[in-house]
Each structure stands twice: as structure tokens, then as C-alpha cells.
């Protein structure tokens, strides 16, 4: 069972677009929320991360959204560029050491940034 | 900041043998150890989570058996696929955390197939 569900799964942007990624998960026990970016063959590396006692965190061109009582949670990509292109990925993760602290993640979104 | 190498990046293994792939924290305590299977274009599936000096624990589906971890020091962890398959091919990759943190390191991951 899917516990974030990631949306869209492909996404095309011009050049200097933005570039918005959503998430939503249903365990209330979730409290740390990073995204990756992971480009082909290679491993995920954290972009940014949020905890649900803010509303939005900004790190250069990326920016975390948070709605808390809607379970929810986006990235923006301001000015994307095409070294952007790329599968993001958002995730979820207890801090109880009962689950493990594992990474529940999403599906993954590719995105493209076109010159 | 935080380093995790995986090796190999690619390796080929005939059917039937076994494959040892290494994570190694090169520059912290990585308490906990979590090792995922990710297929072409798919989301990264958890396979088990191990803790220093413990049993690993493994994901409903995984057997145990056939991925052996070894998780005996604070800076390495091993993930020995045994008696490999073709449905075995896949890319794997570590993740690495030190104690309540919840910053989580990546390897770079390792392209397994089977022949």
C-alpha cells in the first residue's frame, strides 16, 4: 500500500517555468517530509526537507509547501533550468523508532525542462 | 557533509551465483542501515532495515534467505543477493542514518544483472 501518493507522475516545463510536484499521505504519525532528486543510474540525493511545524520552507530555487490539515505537501522549482531534468521523489518518515525511521516514498515524477 | 559509498556500481553475475554489495559510511555512525530495490522507472521499494550489531528486518515479500544483510560495524553494511536470478536483476541501493537523526545518506546505488 502506497502511504504518499505523488502527483503528476511526468511533467514537461519550459525554461525558467515553475516546476510544481505534489504529495499527499494519510499517516498522521509522519513527520519529517524530504524530497530527492535522483537522476539515471544514480543514487537520490535530499533537495529539501520539511517538518510539519512550518507552512513552507525556501532553499534557493526550491520551496516546500506544507498543509498539515490536508495531509499535503508540494515542491516548487523556480526558474527551472534543464540540468532540473530529473525524477523527484517525495517522502515520509515516523520518528518512532517502531517503524524503523524508514523513507516511505512516492511514486516519483520525471521531469523535463525544455531549453 | 555525510558520505556513503556503495560498491559495486555495476556488476554482471551468471544465474545461481552470489553477489556481495558493500555500503560504507565514510565519515559517520550509520546506526541503522536500509537497503531498497528500485526497477526502470519505479519508485524505490524498501527491503529490509538493520541495525548495528542486529538482525536485519525485513519487508513483507523479501525473503530473508535469499538478500542476506550484515550490518556488523557503525560504517559497513552488506547486502549478499545468493543464488541470483534473472528476476533478481535490478538497481539496489543503501541508505544510511546515524542514530535519532533523521538525516538519511544515500549510496549511489548498484546495478545488478543476472544472466
Known amino acids: 500500500q502506497q502511504q504518499v501518493k505523488q502527483s503528476p507522475q511526468s511533467l514537461i516545463v519550459q525554461k525558467g517555468g515553475i516546476s510544481i510536484i505534489n504529495c499527499a499521505y494519510e499517516?498522521?504519525?509522519?513527520?519529517?517530509f524530504p524530497w530527492y532528486q535522483q537522476f539515471p543510474g544514480k543514487g537520490p540525493a535530499l533537495l529539501i526537507a520539511?517538518?510539519?511545524?512550518?507552512s513552507e520552507k525556501k532553499e534557493g530555487r526550491f520551496t516546500i509547501s506544507f498543509n498539515k490539515s490536508a495531509k499535503q505537501f508540494s515542491l516548487h522549482i523556480m526558474d527551472s533550468q534543464p540540468g532540473d531534468s530529473a525524477t523527484y521523489f517525495c517522502?515520509?518518515?515516523?520518528?518512532?523508532?517502531?517503524?524503523?525511521?524508514?523513507?516511505?516514498f512516492g511514486k516519483g515524477t520525471s521531469l523535463l525542462v525544455t531549453p | 557533509g555525510a558520505v556513503v559509498s556503495q560498491h559495486p556500481s555495476r556488476v554482471i553475475c551468471k544465474s545461481g551465483t552470489s553477489v556481495k554489495i558493500e555500503c560504507r559510511s565514510l565519515?559517520?555512525?550509520?546506526?541503522?542501515m536500509f537497503w531498497y530495490r528500485q526497477f526502470p522507472k519505479q519508485s524505490l521499494m524498501l527491503m529490509a532495515t538493520?541495525?548495528?550489531?542486529?538482525?536485519?528486518?525485513?519487508e513483507q515479500g523479501v525473503e530473508k534467505d535469499k538478500f542476506l544483510i550484515n550490518h556488523a560495524s557503525l560504517t559497513l553494511s552488506t547486502l549478499t543477493v545468493t543464488s541470483a536470478h534473472p528476476e533478481d536483476s535490478s538497481f539496489y541501493i543503501c541508505?544510511?542514518?546515524?542514530?535519532?537523526?533523521?538525516?538519511?545518506?544515500f549510496g549511489s546505488g548498484t546495478r545488478l544483472t543476472v544472466v
Open positions: 541508505s544510511a542514518k546515524s542514530g535519532t537523526g533523521r538525516g538519511y545518506t
Open positions: 499517516n498522521t504519525a509522519f513527520d519529517y
Open positions: 520539511i517538518r510539519p511545524d512550518v
Open positions: 517522502a515520509a518518515s515516523s520518528g518512532s523508532s517502531n517503524s524503523g525511521y524508514a523513507l516511505n
Open positions: 565519515d559517520f555512525q550509520a546506526t541503522t
Open positions: 538493520s541495525n548495528e550489531g542486529s538482525k536485519a528486518t525485513y
